[in-house]
């Protein structure tokens, strides 16, 4: 591979995440009137000053200052860290039952008290990400207790893996839907791969042999539950006993599943284990290369029985393709998966990136035309999947830029 143009790729990435995306969050997601973040913010800038806050998105925006600081060590995303733990904290931590609740008022009055599995996994991943940047002992000492929360409330201690849902008290909840487009199934892979993302980082914190045990398991249950090895494509929910109740998958989901389980392996330190996910992992991002790219480089939506049925384009597949490829090439030395990265990143920079308000759009169609009808900033759209997938992106190219690995 030419090193001018690994080194132009990264200072694009460079670029992006410190004079666009950086940018726009500092200036325009704190919220003045209210405290904590602004919870709903439209493609043109204008605040919903009555919207509700979401666990998401207050999580994603903790885990993303926090990462941001210990890259470039800028204080104004420390101060906004700290920002959004105190929040959390304050809001979202239930005292009583453990767990974080799903959605307060735009003041802070808890509007939604169930313990979403998928939230509480983020929650857990951004208390990570903030102890690595401060080494804040009260930020350890609650991500054990959260940890402990999910083990004891949503672990299936019969057919393995976690099930969606629990109401404020722990107990299962009948309706276990994530949002109204799911389905209401015992278990889903979304819900186990931001488990997979949030156990990995825990454990390069944490190393507690029940972390790496069920880090194992949560691997093993990709490799051989939500895993379709005909067609190499994840299943999206199923029953108690893992049985598909989905026949669709997503693109975006099956490439960033592809990097993260690459990361959950490393991070267990077992050579066998990380062989065995790298050929997964490769497995993946060919069948994503080969069926989910548009001619202009933008990666489809959702597909189903090896034809795509969602042609939509929406600004976190783009993310989390970029990542996977990079993470494919650094795997394989194909130069085909840098191409893909490539391609996939230059159809960011002309399409999901917003050149006149900042950030990135929501989505645009297969012809190019924006969804202005989606908000920029909301309890679902924040800057978790487009800064993770500039950090990321920079760390798998710097080795062949300096000559070292930064992961």
């Known amino acids: 591979m030419d090193n001018k143009a690994v080194e132009h790729f990264t200072h694009r ?25 602004v919870g709903r913010m439209s493609n043109d800038l204008v605040i919903d000053a009555a919207a509700a ?35 959390l904290e304050r809001y979202f931590w239930d005292e009583q039952y453990g767990g974080a609740f799903w959605q307060t008022d735009c003041r802070g009055k808890c509007i939604d008290d169930k313990k979403k599995i998928y939230g509480q996994a983020f929650y857990l991943y951004a208390l990570s990400e903030f ?27 019969e057919f393995g893996g976690y099930f969606e849902t629990c109401n404020r008290d722990g ?13 209401n199934e015992k278990k889903s892979m979304n819900n186990h791969l931001h488990l997979l993302e949030a156990y990995t980082h825990f454990y390069r914190i944490h190393k507690d042999p029940k972390i790496a045990d069920r880090l194992w398991e949560l691997i093993r249950l990709f490799q051989l539950q939500i895993l379709d090895i005909k067609t190499i494509h994840f299943h999206h929910f199923f029953d108690e006993r893992w049985q598909p109740k989905s026949s669709t998958y997503t693109f975006g989901h099956d490439i960033e599943g592809s990097w993260l389980l ?33 001619q202009d480089g933008g990666l489809f939506y959702e597909g189903q029985a090896g034809a795509v049925i969602d042609t939509n384009k929406e600004w976190w597949p783009q993310a989390e393709a970029v990542v996977g490829f990079l993470n494919a090439w ?10 893909a990265a490539l391609k996939i990143w230059t159809f960011i920079e002309n399409r999901i990136v917003d050149k006149q308000h900042g950030d990135w759009f929501w989505r645009v169609s297969r012809d190019g035309e924006v969804d202005h009808n989606e908000p920029k900033v909301s309890e679902w759209k924040g800057p978790y999947h487009n800064t993770r997938a500039c950090l990321e992106s920079i760390r798998r190219l710097k080795p062949n830029v300096e000559g070292e690995l930064r992961l």
């Open 131 to 157: 102890y690595l940047a401060t080494q804040y002992a009260p930020a350890m000492k609650q991500a054990v207790a959260l940890f402990q929360f999910i083990e004891q409330n949503s672990y299936d201690h």
């Open 262 to 294: 690459t990361e959950a392996a490393d991070a267990l330190n077992n050579d066998a284990l990380s062989a065995e996910v790298n050929r997964l992992a490769l497995a993946l991002s060919s069948t994503v290369c080969k069926e989910g790219i548009d």
């Open 330 to 339: 650094r795997l394989s030395g194909k130069e085909r998966f840098f191409a």
């Open 13 to 37: 990435l460079e670029r992006e995440l410190m004079e666009n995306i950086l940018p726009f969050w500092l200036e325009h997601s704190v919220d003045h009137e209210n405290g904590g973040f």
């Open 171 to 183: 107990s299962l909840a009948e309706d276990a839907r994530l949002s109204d487009k799911d389905l």
């Open 53 to 87: 806050k979401g666990l998401i998105l207050n999580t994603r925006l903790l885990w993303t200052f926090s990462a941001v600081y210990r890259y470039n060590h800028d204080f104004r995303c420390l101060e906004l860290a700290r920002r959004a733990y105190d929040y």
